[in-house]
């Protein structure tokens, strides 16, 4: 599975972004599909997964402000990001985890929120 991460990009305080993972395989089958974001000078942290089933769960950062989503028949995971703050600036990456094929991760795609 390769994973293709974009949409990021300068955005300034209040603005939005949408994230984008286009993903080489079908998805229909991967059991969880998520964002994770690495702040400068901090740990990898979870942002948002969507399981097969479509159910999402969000870390509590950002819950109210982001939307996860999963096009099955696209093969793609969004992540819409709305009043974005200068503490979300971070490189995001997309993971895939299923059963069939581990855990795979994308290349990341930098968000920077910033006036």
């Known amino acids: 599975v390769q994973l293709q991460a974009s949409g990021g990009g300068l955005v300034q305080p209040g603005g939005s972004l949408r994230l984008s993972c286009a993903a080489s395989?079908?998805?229909?089958?991967?059991?969880?599909m998520g964002w994770y974001r690495q702040p400068p000078g901090k740990q990898r942290e979870l942002v948002a997964i969507?399981?097969?089933?479509?159910?999402?769960s969000y870390a509590d950062s950002v819950k109210g402000r982001f939307t996860i989503s999963r096009d099955n028949a696209k093969n793609t995971v969004d992540l819409q990001m709305n009043s974005l703050k200068p503490e979300d600036t971070a490189v995001y990456y997309c993971?895939?985890?299923?059963?069939?094929?581990?855990?795979?991760w994308g290349q990341g795609t930098l968000v920077t929120v910033s006036s």
């Open positions: 993971n895939a985890a299923s059963l069939q094929y581990g855990s795979r």
């Open positions: 395989v079908s998805i229909f089958s991967i059991n969880v």
């Open positions: 969507i399981t097969s089933g479509g159910r999402a």
